[in-house]
């Protein structure tokens, strides 16, 4: 990825994209029009085209034709457009649709809100990538529909899907199996008629950068380890900021599917001694986990506040052993999580 100066700035409204914008949620079918709308379109087409195709699973055409939907009427260029002519964003699923403008985050938002009014089993999946500086990092978001017993990845910024070579036309590769065979971009059925597909590659960039680039973390149902490296360092401190990536440890959605976040530390200074956290909020019932190593450091949320510039002391300087925050809920598959501003290392 080319670095954010040399190009354009209208690629960066995407580059920069609001990936956690897939938790807004709908707000009733009475006050969501269009949503509705869209839902039964998705129906009628994934029924249509199922007639035809006894042999391919439903989930199959209904996730097509919910991807073939978004993309077409959620813009990327078009919410460029908005942001250059400094007009308000849309910020709801409903409010996409009516000014037809969106980024990845707001294309999984819609496709996960139409999949779950379908009774479609899906996931987000979201990719981090971590730039040669913190500052330089981006990301991007896809989801994943499961059928037959396997997930299957769906990138609908750019309306893309992955057929295994030699299997049936719906059984589709899932991000594991595409980052495993250096042969998956071969495999990208993609809308290459798209502007915004056309923008990107004018550019010099790579909207299928998440298929083989290795520094990226990825989070499937948001569970996954997000690496985060020294961003400032004042005195013998050094400040771990999350720059475009989760501020957040634990879970946030109850739901089967999706998991915890879990922040480990790059690179640490091995003579630190002090974990620091400045909280900004939590929420459910669980523990804040620091860890060193083996050795675990656990804070109940009953003892943690908002505002608060939480320390922990370890036994001894960390080495070079792996540290980093987890958050555990007290209910296996609960809801437990804290929100942190920066973390910081010591003596």
Not at 15 to 29: D, K, N, R
Not at 53 to 75: G, K, M, Y
Not at 86 to 111: D, I, M, T, W, Y
Not at 187 to 208: C, E, F, K
Request: charged fraction near 25%; include cysteine.
């Amino acid at each position: 990825m080319a670095p954010a100066r040399e190009n354009p700035p209208w690629i960066f409204t995407w580059l920069i994209c609001l990936v956690f914008s897939v938790s807004v949620q709908a707000e009733g079918p009475s006050k969501t029009p269009l949503t509705d709308r869209a839902v039964e379109q998705v129906r009628r087409q994934a029924k249509y085209m199922a007639r035809g195709n006894q042999s391919a699973a439903p989930e199959f055409f209904s996730a097509l034709a919910t991807t073939n939907f978004v993309q077409a009427r959620i813009s990327s260029l078009n919410h460029s457009i908005l942001n250059i002519e400094k007009k308000n964003l849309p910020s709801s699923v409903e409010q996409c649709l009516e000014k037809r403008a969106g980024l990845c985050g707001n294309h999984v938002a819609a496709f996960l809100e139409i999949s779950k009014r379908l009774k479609l089993r899906a996931r987000p999946v979201e990719f981090y990538f971590r730039g040669d500086k913190p500052q330089k990092n981006h990301s991007h978001i896809c989801v994943e529909v499961f059928y037959r017993g396997h997930w299957r990845l769906f990138d609908i910024t750019w309306g893309t899907y992955f057929p295994i070579p030699g299997s049936r036309h719906d059984d589709l590769a899932d991000v594991t199996r595409l980052r495993s065979d250096r042969r998956s971009r071969d495999w990208a059925v993609t809308n290459q008629s798209d502007l915004w597909y056309r923008q990107w590659i004018t550019a010099g960039l790579d909207p299928l950068e998440y298929l083989d680039t290795p520094r990226v973390d990825i989070l499937r149902g948001r569970r996954g380890t997000i690496r985060l490296r020294v961003t400032a360092r004042e005195g013998d401190r050094e400040i771990f900021r999350p720059i475009n990536q989760p501020n957040y440890v634990g879970r946030n959605e109850s739901h089967e599917d999706y998991g915890p976040v879990v922040a480990v530390l790059e690179n640490p200074d091995p003579k630190a001694t002090v974990v620091g956290l400045d909280i900004l909020g939590l929420a459910g019932k669980g523990s804040l986990v620091v860890f060193c190593g083996e050795k675990r450091h656990t804070i109940p949320f009953a003892d943690i506040k908002a505002g608060q510039a939480l320390k922990i002391h370890l036994s001894q300087p960390i080495g070079t052993r792996r540290v980093g925050l987890e958050a555990r809920p007290d209910e296996p598959g609960g809801v437990g999580y804290v929100v942190y501003r920066v973390i910081t290392l010591g003596s």
